[in-house]
């Protein structure tokens, strides 16, 4: 069965990075997107962007263009989502998502990880 | 980035119809459809429909989705307790090559 399991929840300081991790099983890694989104505390969630892991490249979320870098390591079926300069209003639920649908990336959302809690604070 | 435009709250009885309302434009609903999510306090979004009406694998008949025009809906049918939870509607915005979302309904099962 399709699984997506994110690594451990962080805490950091502001102005440093987080790389969180998303290993997928249960499919063929490289023929579908893997999108990232967030969720503040107590907010809706927020489109980061998508990561191709067949080729590996790359949308961003006009909003996130500069800080955020999505890589995949498809020897062991894993997506990354690193974020860089954090403030304390990045502190939220890092959220990986495949697509369904075999190399589409702008398709609907079917597995969803479980989510990994970042916080950032002083 | 723009995004869909969801009521905050609806209250409904035990076994009543809840009906649930997103609004986007020609280039994300109107356009590619919506996919509608359900969300547990502290739990990932769950796939409930996508494209419009489509429901995946396991999901209860008594959930319908629809679409008018730039406007897609999430039907529930005969409430149940479990079915107090956040809502989300969600599309693909060919104008902006971004994923967008609706703020989120909390549905109340009273």
């Known amino acids: 069965q399709v699984q997506l399991v994110q690594s451990g929840a962080e805490v950091k300081k502001p102005g440093a990075s987080v790389k969180v991790s998303c290993k997928a099983s249960?499919?063929?890694?490289?023929?579908?997107?893997m999108h990232w989104v967030r969720q503040a505390p107590g907010q809706g969630l927020e489109w980061m962007g998508w990561i191709n892991p067949n080729s590996g490249g790359t949308n961003y979320a006009q909003k996130f263009q500069g800080r955020v870098t999505m890589t995949r390591d498809t020897s062991i079926s894993t997506a990354y989502m690193e974020l860089s300069r954090l403030r304390s209003d990045d502190t939220a639920v890092y959220y990986c998502?495949?697509?369904?649908?075999?190399?589409?990336?702008?398709?609907?959302?079917?597995?969803w990880g479980q989510g990994t809690l970042v916080t950032v604070s002083s | 980035q723009a995004g869909l435009t969801q009521p905050p709250s609806v209250s409904k009885g035990l076994r009543q119809t809840a009906t649930l309302t997103c609004t986007g434009n020609s280039n994300n609903v109107g356009n590619q459809g919506a996919a509608w999510l359900q969300q547990h306090q502290g739990h990932p979004p769950k796939l409930l429909s996508y494209r419009n009406n489509n429901r995946p694998s396991g999901i209860s008949e008594r959930l319908s989705a629809s679409r008018s025009g730039n406007t897609a809906s999430l039907t529930i049918t005969g409430l149940q307790p479990e079915d107090e939870a956040d809502y989300y509607c969600?599309?693909?915005?060919?104008?902006?090559?971004?994923?967008?979302f609706g703020g989120g309904t909390k549905l109340t099962v009273l």
């Open positions: 249960g499919y063929t890694f490289t023929g579908y997107y």
């Open positions: 998502a495949r697509v369904m649908g075999w190399l589409r990336p702008g398709g609907d959302f079917d597995y």
């Open positions: 969600s599309a693909w915005d060919s104008s902006l090559s971004a994923r967008v």
